[in-house]
């Protein structure tokens, strides 16, 4: 390293050194990496010293905090100075999402397998919400969330499941990410039932009360580490229109789309009532 530059820290994990000099970089002060057995972050300029060392303080404590992954997000590198090891994907998901997260993935992908072996007919008739005479069967209230019907579909709403849901689980835990799916998935589920009939399926009405949560949950309550990007949410909003006007002539569940969204949003309104306050 260049004579005068200042020694910030040693990190062991470069991913989060990546976070930490991306983060700076946003608030003007340019870092560097340099790889040895971890990572040892220097700075250029003294006067910048106090500022950095203030900010590392904030960092040790929550590195995993949103607002480096969103400054990580916002630089738009696709590469660095940085060397990763390999890792399995499995790894990659465990650091987002808790054990609630990855039991839904799991059960859905399995349920998805059944489909495929089995038929669709022969697995909807075990978890379908319920026709008439099934309303004692209570597991089908919640358990057509599962139900996919094209590798298109499950990847989708999986991906949008890990991706908030996780978020959601780490930051406030896995009773408040069961507590918005079973009532999102019976809300979502009833709705879309009145419109048309039975025979529907997907995490798809889960995923938009997920979205209206996070999105509004960040909005009000910005300290919760609970967020959605605007422009993602923005997405799903223009999704919701194409999908009531019908364009790619798909069969979408819009009535468990709009009820979910608007659940979540309500549901992130009362949450967040106090911090408002």
Known sequence: MEAGMIRIAHFTNPRQAQAFIDYMSSRGVHLHGEHDDGVTVWLESEVQRETVENE?????????????????????????????????????????????????????????????????????????????????????????????????????????????????????????LFVLTV??????????????????????????????????????????GVYLERGLMGFAILWLFIGYMGWFGMAIANAAHLTGLLLGLAMAWVDTRQAQR
């Open 56 to 176: 590392l303080h904030i960092f040790v404590r929550d590195p995993n905090h949103p607002r480096y992954q969103a400054a990580s997000w916002h630089s738009g590198t696709t590469s660095s100075s940085l060397q990763y090891r390999s890792s399995s994907i499995l790894p990659m998901l465990r650091q987002r999402a808790g054990p609630f997260t990855l039991g839904m993935m799991i059960a859905a992908v399995l349920v998805f397998i059944l489909m495929q072996l089995l038929g669709e007919t022969v697995v909807m008739s075990w978890l379908s919400w319920p026709d008439a005479g099934q309303y004692f069967q209570l597991w089908r209230w919640f358990s057509h969330i599962l139900l996919h019907f094209s590798l298109l579909h499950i990847v989708f709403n999986l991906i949008w499941w890990w991706y908030i849901g996780g978020l959601i689980e780490r930051r406030l835990g896995s009773g408040k």
């Open 183 to 224: 009532i999102s998935a019976l809300l979502s589920g009833w709705m879309q039932a009145h419109f048309s009939g039975v025979m529907f399926g997907g995490l798809s009405g889960v995923v938009y009360a997920l979205m209206g949560y996070a999105w509004l949950r960040g909005e009000r309550d910005p300290e919760s």
